[in-house]
């Protein structure tokens, strides 16, 4: 088996006063951070689709960077990436993966003959784990949204066929999961939404995806599946209305088909940007309903309506995650999956490393910084002081049940006007705090 990256050893920890520029100066993996070591605690993973996929392609041009793994066989080159991406990771620590079916093994004729091919690599993709079981499966997906017979959704196609076809590739999917010891099966709705409700019967759709969902756990859990499901949310795009917009309206999905015991959330950052919410915000609704599961670590430029899945390199963002994860106790059967392509004119095989280092050391950062504020406790001190008046009094009668409206508005009558039991929201003098806290490290 070939090297494919000769020319670059294994990325070492140099500490942040280094400028090598194919070492980490914030991640240095075995270092306790927060009660455990920063792999643990951070649990990157390498995306096939764009790392292994993804050639630079967009709609006003081809692919920029040679994705080949230099076989034009796509048997052999699919074993050729299997091959390229272990020693990607392992050249940068990278412990996990993450893959849609066809990034591992493309279609071939029919359905049979695609999972024929599709089984030999995962078959080969085990025997590289039992040679290096330091490399896991975070989750895998089934890529149902790019074929033409996708062209009006999946499981929420108008076509029964389409539904039956999509089921079948999603238990092969399952299958591989399962086989590869992975933890997590990820459903992110590629076409799951609508262009225009003049064409849609909307009920039914949303019963059928709940349906595909159902049939989904049932199997794998028969199969002997114990991970997590997860659901990610999405806005637009590729649809214009997607069915799985935001972290609260997947919530109010699953409950209403009673799916919420089964799922969890896959947050990724670009995502929320395009709903118009912050990073935090999607992870805080998520920890908030017990539904956090797992990250698609990347960024969106706020000056662009799409998505554009950057490396992440805002520090700031990075941090408010961490401080998100580790207040929902940390990773369990999740990580950060780095949902994220090099831009179309960092072409050459280093900037592969060039930016995985960027987004591994942003969240390195992210993760030293949210133990701090932690530490610190400035902040979380301030929020629970601010809602002190929950503890006594009348709010805690409120909570505790023994107060209803009668007796509220006795209380509001005797009290009079409650302007004076408010305080400031220091807003400014928080973000000072953070930023204090930020750079001081
Ligand atoms: C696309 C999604 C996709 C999911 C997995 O926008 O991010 O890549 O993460 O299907
Ligand atoms: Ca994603
Ligand atoms: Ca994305």
Same mark, same amino acid.
């Given at each position: 088996?070939?090297?494919? #990256?000769?020319?670059?050893?294994?990325?070492?920890?140099?500490? /942040?006063?280094?400028?090598?520029?194919?070492?980490?100066?914030?991640?240095?993996?075995?270092?306790?951070?927060?009660? *455990?070591?920063? /792999?643990?605690? !951070?649990?990157?993973?390498?995306?096939?689709?764009?790392?292994?996929?993804?050639?630079?392609?967009?709609?006003?041009?081809?692919?920029?960077?040679?994705?080949?793994?230099?076989?034009?066989?796509?048997?052999?080159?699919?074993?050729?990436?299997?091959?390229?991406?272990?020693?990607?990771?392992?050249?940068?620590?990278?412990?996990?993966?993450? @893959?849609?079916?066809?990034?591992?093994?493309?279609?071939?004729?029919?359905?049979?003959?695609?999972?024929?091919?599709?089984?030999?690599?995962?078959?080969?993709?085990?025997?590289?784990?039992?040679?290096?079981?330091?490399?896991?499966?975070?989750?895998?997906?089934? /890529?149902?949204?790019?074929?033409?017979?996708?062209?009006?959704?999946?499981?929420?196609?108008?076509?029964?066929?389409?539904?039956?076809?999509?089921?079948?590739?999603?238990?092969?999917?399952?299958?591989?999961?399962?086989?590869?010891?992975?933890?997590?099966?990820?459903?992110?709705?590629?076409?799951?939404?609508?262009?225009?409700?003049?064409?849609?019967?909307?009920? !039914?759709?949303?019963?059928?995806?709940?349906?595909?969902?159902?049939?989904?756990?049932?199997?794998?859990?028969?199969?002997?599946?114990?991970?997590? @499901?997860?659901?990610?949310?999405?806005?637009?795009?590729?649809?214009?209305?997607?069915?799985? #917009?935001?972290?609260?309206?997947?919530?109010?999905?699953?409950?209403?088909?009673?799916?919420?015991?089964? @799922? *969890?959330?896959?947050?990724?950052?670009?995502?929320?940007?395009?709903?118009?919410?912050?990073?935090?915000?999607?992870?805080? +609704?998520?920890?908030?309903?017990?539904? #956090?599961?797992?990250?698609?670590?990347?960024?969106?430029?706020? !000056?662009?309506?799409?998505?554009?899945?950057?490396?992440?390199?805002? +520090?700031?963002?990075?941090?408010?995650?961490?401080?998100?994860?580790?207040?929902?106790?940390? #990773?369990?059967?999740?990580? !950060?999956?780095?949902?994220?392509?090099?831009?179309?004119?960092?072409?050459?095989?280093?900037?592969?490393?060039?930016?995985?280092?960027?987004?591994?050391?942003?969240?390195?950062?992210?993760?030293?910084?949210?133990?701090?504020?932690?530490?610190?406790?400035?902040?979380? /001190?301030?929020?629970?002081?601010?809602?002190?008046?929950?503890?006594?009094?009348?709010?805690?009668?409120?909570?505790?049940?023994?107060?209803?409206?009668?007796?509220?508005?006795?209380?509001?009558?005797?009290?009079?006007?409650?302007?004076?039991?408010?305080?400031?929201?220091?807003?400014?003098?928080?973000?000072?705090?953070?930023?204090?806290?930020?750079?001081?490290?």
């Amino acid at each position: 088996m070939s090297e494919f #990256f000769s020319n670059i050893g294994k990325i070492p920890y140099e500490g /942040k006063n280094s400028t090598n520029p194919l070492a980490f100066k914030y991640y240095n993996p075995d270092e306790v951070i927060g009660g *455990k070591t920063m /792999k643990e605690q !951070l649990k990157f993973a390498l995306s096939w689709w764009h790392t292994m996929g993804g050639d630079g392609t967009d709609m006003f041009g081809c692919g920029t960077t040679d994705k080949t793994w230099g076989e034009s066989d796509p048997q052999a080159r699919a074993k050729a990436k299997v091959d390229a991406a272990f020693e990607i990771m392992d050249k940068l620590s990278i412990d996990y993966f993450c @893959f849609h079916d066809r990034d591992l093994s493309p279609e071939y004729g029919s359905l049979a003959e695609t999972n024929a091919e599709f089984d030999k690599i995962v078959d080969y993709i085990a025997e590289k784990m039992a040679a290096d079981p330091s490399k896991k499966l975070l989750w895998g997906t089934a /890529k149902c949204f790019d074929h033409p017979r996708f062209m009006h959704g999946a499981g929420t196609s108008p076509s029964a066929d389409v539904f039956a076809y999509t089921a079948a590739q999603i238990k092969k999917a399952i299958d591989a999961t399962v086989k590869l010891g992975g933890n997590g099966y990820v459903f992110w709705g590629g076409r799951e939404g609508y262009e225009t409700l003049l064409n849609t019967n909307m009920g !039914l759709e949303l019963d059928n995806m709940a349906r595909l969902m159902k049939m989904a756990v049932e199997y794998a859990r028969s199969i002997g599946y114990t991970g997590d @499901f997860y659901i990610e949310p999405k806005p637009k795009e590729p649809t214009k209305h997607q069915y799985d #917009f935001d972290t609260a309206t997947v919530l109010g999905f699953l409950r209403k088909y009673g799916l919420d015991k089964d @799922f *969890k959330m896959n947050i990724e950052a670009n995502h929320a940007t395009l709903a118009q919410h912050t990073f935090q915000h999607e992870l805080r +609704v998520a920890r908030e309903n017990g539904a #956090f599961g797992s990250i698609d670590a990347n960024q969106g430029d706020t !000056l662009l309506g799409w998505d554009t899945d950057q490396f992440p390199t805002n +520090v700031y963002e990075a941090a408010l995650c961490m401080y998100e994860v580790l207040k929902a106790g940390g #990773f369990t059967n999740g990580g !950060l999956n780095f949902d994220s392509k090099a831009r179309r004119g960092s072409f050459t095989p280093e900037d592969i490393f060039h930016s995985y280092i960027a987004g591994m050391d942003t969240f390195a950062l992210g993760l030293r910084i949210a133990d701090k504020l932690i530490t610190d406790g400035r902040i979380d /001190k301030f929020v629970e002081e601010r809602y002190a008046s929950w503890t006594t009094g009348i709010g805690k009668d409120i909570i505790d049940g023994k107060v209803g409206f009668a007796e509220l508005e006795k209380y509001a009558l005797e009290k009079g006007e409650v302007t004076d039991s408010l305080s400031s929201g220091r807003q400014e003098m928080l973000e000072a705090v953070l930023n204090n806290v930020m750079f001081n490290l």
